[in-house]
């Protein structure tokens, strides 16, 4: 798996974990937006996952 796509998937989910508590414990809002970019960062990687596949991934064995 490319560096990058790990960085997105861990952005996506301490993104959504984070937005989770700021709901929970503080501005309603901010902890809505912030779970929703945690989810868009889990999205992208996951297409780029998929993209991946679809390539032949690195790593693929024969």
Partial sequence: MNGLTL?????GLTGFALGAVLTVTGPYEMGVI????????QVISLVRIRRAKAQ????RRP
Avoid at 34 to 41: A, D, E, H, I, K
Avoid at 56 to 59: R, S, W
């Fill in 56 to 59: 032949g991934g690195e790593g």
């Fill in 34 to 41: 912030v779970m929703g970019m945690g989810l868009m960062f």
């Fill in 7 to 11: 960085l997105f998937a861990i952005l």
